[in-house]
């Protein structure tokens, strides 16, 4: 064995090899190291970090991205600078491109290497790499027989489950791909971009050290030139007095011998002991790690099998294939937890870490709560503290607390869930439960205890507290029970520390999505997760776990993103849920049949005003509906399904809808397929009558003509009247002003606008009391539907064009000339909203919310750190910004691509101008009807130079070519557009030529402009 050692160590180059290779095999027999892998075990399958950026050089040449004359240079910053270098590669092939190549790249069909082979064959614990490649993965199918747990750095479930050891109580071995895996390359650590990012969050920073800190680790085929990793590493370990703990088996190119002095420098720097090998060139240049491949084959040959010493006890099996020793406590834990878990059609469990954060505002009846003091699973376990948390209807409170029990138990410590609703609140009675028994031991103690209600249960906690039976607690409470208590003082004897459990966010929706979609395509997923968040806002849907997932299952399907609009989604989710196997037989009470009478109860509740009901309703309504009809189904049977798929939910005996869509939906459905109650029902203005009526009735009627027609009207006089009382008329300020070059001549162009809307008939008597409830977020917290009668509120323009831009985006069929004039009526609307905007900006300047007339402005612009911001240049800076963010609504509303030969034809046929013109161009750049490009342009020839307009459609024309939503050819012909404009500014062109154009392009793109922010 030492001669095989010896032959391998290729001792003449590399003195002191043997010893170190001979150390290294008694140490990987323990069977308690941990694998750092890196792109040495993956070659010649896929390329080293520099072959690859040579190669996308290469690339970008023949393809015509990157100039010969840049090549010398980008060849040298390889060396120099390969993150960097990263970044401008991404920035010129498109970010897209750039990662499907990644993608294509690092995907190795199912192969792997000898080296991938040899590595799974030894013994170690785990394997952590930075590769993207599953080569590691596939030699281990290849050799056991099984399946690994492949771990990405967004798992952090299963990181924090790593850490704390539970994987060696586990039938699957993990693999750790640290800087993320080729399912999803937009989430891969490559430029430099992505590393300031990653290693920006302390928590990454710390789970490296952590790991260099107290594991054992072999390093293969890691060159230690990445420079955040050695950083953090070295930081680490310089000053750590243990001995080396580590090993690596570096590849070393040339033939130069390496000293004892490069073996003491690993040795202080990371607390390792190397062992070299030779990378040899293969006849095309490439690298050849088959050096790397042999001693670990050898070291293979010569370790224990990896499957001795592992624990030969019963395992339960668990989710994902998991499993822990029969006789652990944290079975039934798990268990507990992960039964409440979705999981995908891919079985893959449907999970994100909860969000927790400090609130700001300690009053319950208005919790706000701040971003940058966010609480982890394991600041609870391992705290000496007592918390509260406070937490919305479905948020996933008893999921956070069945989880804190696992964690807890799995920290070494003992954890109960109780639920406080089922327990006595007295002393007495309490000390008989086996939970409350004290228990003579030094591990900790910890309860939780769910849907607590600190008006009603305050007698509870305190006997409980009293008993001394746990030394810390986690009371998990609904907002929406509280009494407006204050946080601070609880009335116990601790003190609770109060955490808020939040909604789900955008890169949440975004994490779900990647679990239960299979696919690279990370366009259709950022489509997907913008659709969801946007549309369960704007119906006022909380972003809960279940609902995000029930969304994005809807819309994808059959492998593929069906961009289906919300009513069409909704059918499907309440078929889904509602159909049964059963339903399939002809004779069957089926889902229409149930959807029928669900709609036509609906509408029996609105005729009487009312939008709850009592189980006697329902009887006396279903008995009816069996006497007309001569049908008969289970009534008691069908609610027990509507409750139990939550389409109803009972409180004391009386039900209500979960959601006020689902009640809109069905009375919709229910008037829009009977064309001859339309008329009436809108006459009597009933359409108006409840939250999302108009979507829904206007999604199911194949003729939307009454009611389109009725709300163009009610717009159109709404704009009329707003008109007649403040004088307004067709009153637009920007279209005098003209496009400032220099900031010089920004200030002369706002300074004197400024300067009279400060003078203006805006004043704080006519503001109306702004609530945080106005923004989408909060709006999603109260789901009660409300019928009312039409009145004054509803009278309003921002009341009136919601409504017609619901029923305008929904409607199938509609006259061309009715179009328009929804269309007229709309961008009068947003007109007006431009005026009051512009007329009230000097009060917008001063605070965060604005409402007026029932329009509502929302400042994002900060003033703190300006301090040469008087009122009058703050006003001038947001009147510059009004014309943008009043668009910005119009395309996010109206952007659709059906209605883009309507914007085509208004343009051509009606000649509009300023800030219609504005508005109308956006609208087209974003729908992009047929040859778009060709009418987009013939604005910008029409429009005069100097326009204050032209540099905001440039500015819109840059926004939608940042979105990540657009195909190649829009892309491109977004830049176009884009260039035409700068062509017609700044090199003076009325009508600037194809060839003016393509010139102007080319330096664009030259100087990065597209990729600037």
């Known amino acids: 064995m030492v001669c095989a050692a010896f032959d391998l160590a290729n001792e003449s180059r590399f003195s002191g090899n043997t010893a170190a290779l001979n150390e290294l095999a008694d140490t990987l027999k323990k069977g308690d190291m941990v694998a750092f892998a890196g792109a040495g075990v993956s070659v010649p399958l896929a390329p080293t970090w520099h072959s690859f950026l040579h190669e996308l050089i290469g690339s970008g040449i023949s393809e015509g991205f990157i100039s010969n004359s840049d090549e010398e240079y980008l060849r040298r910053q390889v060396i120099n600078d390969p993150l960097e270098l990263a970044c401008t590669l991404e920035e010129l092939f498109t970010k897209p491109r750039f990662r499907s190549r990644l993608s294509e790249v690092f995907h190795l069909s199912q192969s792997s290497t000898e080296a991938h082979e040899s590595v799974v064959r030894l013994p170690f614990e785990s394997v952590f790499t930075l590769n993207f490649d599953e080569g590691i993965s596939t030699a281990y199918v290849k050799i056991k027989g099984l399946m690994p747990s492949i771990i990405r750095n967004d798992d952090s479930y299963e990181l924090a489950r790593w850490q704390q050891g539970a994987h060696k109580k586990s039938s699957q071995f993990p693999i750790i791909h640290w800087h993320g895996n080729v399912s999803a390359p937009d989430r891969m650590i490559f430029t430099a971009d992505d ?502 009735l206007a999604g199911t009627s194949k003729d939307n003509t009454y009611l389109v027609t009725a709300l163009v009207e009610q717009l159109e006089k709404s704009v009329a009247d707003f008109a007649e009382t403040y004088k307004t008329g067709r009153m637009d300020p920007y279209a005098s002003l003209e496009w400032a070059l220099t900031e010089g001549e920004e200030e002369k162009v706002w300074r004197p606008v400024a300067e009279r809307l400060a003078n203006g008939p805006a004043s704080d008597a006519e503001v109306d009391k702004v609530k945080r409830s106005i923004l989408a977020e909060q709006r999603t917290e109260n789901q009660t539907v409300i019928v009312h009668e039409f009145n004054m509120k509803e009278a309003s323009i921002s009341f009136n064009q919601h409504v017609l831009n619901d029923a305008l985006r929904e409607s199938s069929d509609l006259e061309g000339s009715l179009k328009i004039r929804a269309v007229q009526a709309i961008l009068d609307s947003y007109q007006t909203v431009m005026q009051i905007g512009f007329l009230f900006s000097p009060i917008i300047a001063t605070r965060k919310y604005f409402v007026w007339n029932s329009i509502a402005f929302f400042n994002n612009i900060n003033f703190d750190d300006r301090d040469d911001f008087d009122l009058n240049r703050k006003a001038g800076v947001i009147a510059n910004a009004i014309p943008h963010a009043v668009t910005d609504r119009a395309v996010a509303e109206m952007g659709s691509k059906k209605l883009g030969q309507v914007y085509k034809h208004m343009l051509r046929t009606l000649e509009p101008s300023g800030f219609s013109e504005f508005v109308l161009f956006s609208l087209l750049i974003r729908s992009k009807p047929d040859n778009w490009e060709i009418d987009a342009r013939n604005v910008i020839n029409k429009i005069e130079k100097r326009a204050l307009y032209l540099k905001y459609m440039l500015n819109e024309a840059m926004n939608q070519f940042r979105q990540d939503v657009n195909t190649n050819a829009d892309r491109s012909a977004l830049k176009r557009i884009v260039a035409a404009i700068q062509a017609k500014r700044k090199l003076n062109k009325k009508n600037p030529t194809s060839k003016t154009i393509a010139g102007v392009l080319k330096k664009l793109e030259e100087g990065s402009y597209f990729s600037k922010k």
């Open 195 to 696: 590393y300031n990012k990653f290693y920006g969050i302390q928590k990454n920073v710390d789970f490296i050290s952590e790991l260099w800190r107290s594991r054992s680790i072999l390093a293969i085929g890691f060159g230690f030139s990445d420079p955040f990793l050695t950083r953090v590493v070295e930081t680490v370990l310089r000053n750590h007095s243990a001995g080396n703990s580590h090993y690596a088996i570096i590849g070393k190119s040339g033939e130069a011998a390496i000293s004892m002095i490069e073996r003491k420098f690993y040795a202080k720097k990371y607390r390792l002991t190397p062992i070299f090998y030779s990378i040899l060139e293969n006849p095309d240049g490439r690298e050849d790690h088959s050096e790397l491949g042999k001693i670990l084959e050898y070291l293979a040959s010569i370790t224990s099998d990896p499957t001795e010493g592992r624990s030969t006890k019963t395992t339960v099996a668990l989710s994902e294939g998991r499993g822990i020793e029969s006789s652990s406590p944290a079975v039934s834990a798990k268990g507990d937890f992960e039964k409440s878990l979705l999981v995908g059609q891919n079985g893959v469990t449907l999970y994100v870490d909860p969000r927790l954060y400090r609130p700001s505002d300690i009053r319950l009846n208005e919790l706000n709560y701040d971003e940058s003091q966010k609480y982890f699973i394991n600041d609870l376990v391992n705290s000496s503290k007592n918390f509260i948390v406070l937490s919305g209807y479905e948020l996933g409170a008893s999921t956070l607390g069945r989880r804190l029990v696992y964690e807890t138990i799995l920290a070494g410590n003992d954890a109960v869930m109780l639920d406080a609703r089922d327990l006595p609140d007295y002393k007495a009675k309490l000390s008989n439960m086996d939970a409350f028994k004290r228990r003579e031991s030094s591990i900790d103690r910890l309860l939780i205890l769910d849907n607590v209600n600190l008006s009603d249960h305050e007698r509870l906690l305190k006997e409980i507290i009293g008993l001394g039976a746990f030394d810390h607690y986690v009371l998990l409470s609904r907002r929406n029970s509280q009494n407006g208590s204050d946080l601070a003082d609880l009335g116990l004897p601790i003190p609770f520390e109060p955490l808020v459990l939040a909604q789900l966010q955008r890169e949440d929706i975004r994490a779900l999505a990647n679990q239960l979609y299979d696919t690279f395509d990370s366009d259709m997923v950022a489509a997907a997760v913008e659709k969801t968040y946007t549309d369960l806002l704007a119906l006022c849907i909380p972003l809960t776990p279940s609902n995000v997932i029930m969304y994005i299952s809807v819309i994808y399907r059959e492998g593929s993103f069906v961009a289906l609009n919300r009513l069409q989604i909704m059918d499907k989710y309440i078929r889904d849920r509602i159909q049964r196997p059963s339903d399939a037989y002809r004779d069957a009470f089926n889902v229409d049949n149930k959807i029928e009478l669900l709609s036509k109860f609906v509408h029996f509740l609105f005729d009487q005003s009312k939008a709850k009901f009592s189980k006697k309703e329902w009887d006396y309504f279903c008995e009816k509906e069996m006497e007309r009809s001569l049908f008969t189904f289970d009534k008691e049977e069908l609610i027990k399904d509507l409750v139990e798929i939550r389409l109803i939910i009972p409180i004391d005996g009386i039900y209500s809808f979960k959601y006020k869509l689902f009640y809109s939906y069905l009375l919709g459905k229910y008037v829009g397929e009977r064309p001859d109650l339309i008329p009436n029902f809108v006459d009597q203005g009933k359409h108006l009558a409840v939250e999302s009526l108009v979507e829904a």
